[in-house]
């Protein structure tokens, strides 16, 4: 059986006190919860500490990520956060490779193979983002770009470190657009993944939780989840509302 994950991804999103009231409102609402998805939030950086002595306090079933980490250890990288800074911030997962990251601020499949040999190495599990842009659809090179980003990064790891991967598949054009991939649309893709990924790890393939992202909302989501390849989502927008973000997660 795949696990079933949540993952909410609250963006550069929300001052610390309105963090620390949404994480309470989250753990809250879910603690009575008894199906077996695994609850993920993502605060902004600068929130980590306090939501995680939120979730630490309330003994919490939701964990913690973060939404990016640096491509070196230590140093004099300014500006950067490590692995091991997350790690000791009660960081389970890190989200790596969304496409903001990679539109905005240039992250390179090269750069991303460095973060998540790093990720991986401090125990860690990444949450890795691929998907296509909006021209890439049209021109009907969403498979080949979404098999490249896979192939360039995941492809380089070890069976026993690809195990701990989750994949996250965001068409770009999706994203905080209120345009979400049908169902359809989404498991043909998350099951293309899927073959992808078993050409490399066949023995892996099939326990790999790939989650779909964009725009995911408590209308659409019961819709994406009943799909066979689809094992949960990576919410953005829908994420910042305690109430909306427990829906999906009980649409499975
Ligand atoms: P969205 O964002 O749900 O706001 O579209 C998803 C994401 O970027 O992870």
């Known amino acids: 059986m795949r696990k079933k994950i949540v993952a909410g991804n609250w963006k550069m999103n929300t001052s610390i006190a309105e963090g620390e009231l949404l994480a309470n409102q989250i753990d809250f609402l879910t603690s009575t919860l008894d199906n077996d998805v695994q609850i993920i939030i993502t605060p902004p950086y600068t929130h980590l500490q ?17 939404q990016n980490c640096a491509d ?4 004099a990288y300014t500006g950067e956060v490590s692995v091991e800074m ?25 750069t991303l193979l460095k973060k998540i040999n790093l990720v991986l190495s401090a125990g860690l599990k990444p949450i890795f983002c691929v998907g296509e842009k909006l021209e890439e659809r049209e021109a009907n090179k969403h498979f080949e770009v979404v ?33 979400t ?9 998350h099951a293309y993944i899927r073959r992808v ?15 779909y992202g964009g725009s995911c909302k408590p209308s659409n989501a019961a819709e994406i989840f009943s799909k ?25």
Request: charged share 25%; proline share 2%; aromatic share 8%.
């Open 50 to 66: 306090k939501v995680g002595m939120v979730l630490k306090d309330h003994k919490s079933k939701v964990e913690l990520a973060a």
């Open 72 to 75: 070196h250890t230590s140093g």
């Open 86 to 110: 997350l790690k000791e911030l009660t960081c389970k997962y890190v989200i790596l490779g969304h496409s903001e990251r990679r539109e905005y601020y240039g992250e390179t499949n090269e």
């Open 147 to 179: 098999a490249s980003q896979i192939k360039e990064v995941l492809y380089k790891l070890r069976g026993v470190e690809f195990a701990n991967v989750i994949v996250a598949y965001e068409p770009v054009w999706a994203i905080g657009t209120g345009k």
């Open 181 to 189: 991939a049908t169902s359809d649309q989404a498991e043909e893709m």
């Open 197 to 211: 990924i078993a050409d490399k790890f066949a023995q892996y393939a099939d326990e790999t939780p790939i989650l």
């Open 228 to 252: 066979e390849n689809v094992d949960g989502g990576l919410i953005g927008g829908a994420s910042l509302n305690a109430q909306d973000f427990v829906t999906i997660i009980k649409s499975f």
